[in-house]
Structures are given as C-alpha cells and as structure tokens.
C-alpha cells in the first residue's frame, strides 16, 4: 500500500506562487504514477497535472504556470504554482497509482486547502 500526505496549501494573492508538497510512504516502488487533482466547492475533482516516467501532462487551465515534479528518490512529489488566479482555489489532493497483485490501485492523500484572493 501507499500512503500520502500533502502540504503547503495556504492564502496568497492573485499572481503569487504556492508549491505544494506530496510525501509517500509505503510500497513506494510500486507506484506507476502520481498526479495532483483539486476540487473547487461545487464542483468535481479534476486533474491538474500528472507524472509517470518523466512525462508530464497539465490540464489546459494551468499550462504554462503550474510544475510537475519528483524527486529522484520518488518519495516526494511537487506542484509548483506560479501566477495563481482566485479560480485555483480548491482543495489540491495528491494521488498516486500503484502496483498490487492483480490490478492497479490508487491511493489519495488528505487534501490540501489553496485560496487565491483577488
């Protein structure tokens, strides 16, 4: 199993940067993937950018202003926001997909609260 923990969520300003931090713990070998989703109030949780093997992918609305990353060791996973805008507010979890004995599973962190004032 894995386990994840976040931090770094907190109130900034419009235009200032945040970086969220995503620590795990457990079968770390076993995972395939780690992402960062977030759900604003009212809304459905929606990917914000993933990473598996290096690559990367972003959803459009942060392109150019959030970074994906992970340390070597693959224990910790980063989401560096720059240039926040009020409708990044949400809630951010960290998630990771890992191995078992017969199929995928996915693991979520506790979430993490970023409210962007304007």
């Known amino acids: 199993q894995v386990q994840l923990v976040e931090s770094g969520g907190g109130l900034v300003q419009a235009g200032g940067s945040l970086r969220l931090t995503c620590t795990a713990s457990?079968?770390?070998?076993?995972?395939?993937?780690m992402a960062w989703y977030r759900q604003a109030p009212g809304k459905q949780r929606e990917l914000v950018a993933g990473?598996?093997?290096?690559?990367?992918n972003y959803a459009d609305s942060v392109k150019g202003r959030f970074t994906i990353s992970r340390d070597n060791d693959k224990t910790t996973m980063y989401l560096q926001m720059n240039s926040l805008r009020p409708e990044d507010t949400a809630v951010y979890y960290c998630n990771a997909e890992y191995r078992t004995t017969w199929y995928p599973q996915n693991s979520w962190g506790q979430g993490t609260q970023v409210t962007v004032s304007s």
């Open positions: 457990g079968s770390i070998s076993s995972i395939n993937s």
């Open positions: 990473i598996r093997s290096g690559t990367t």
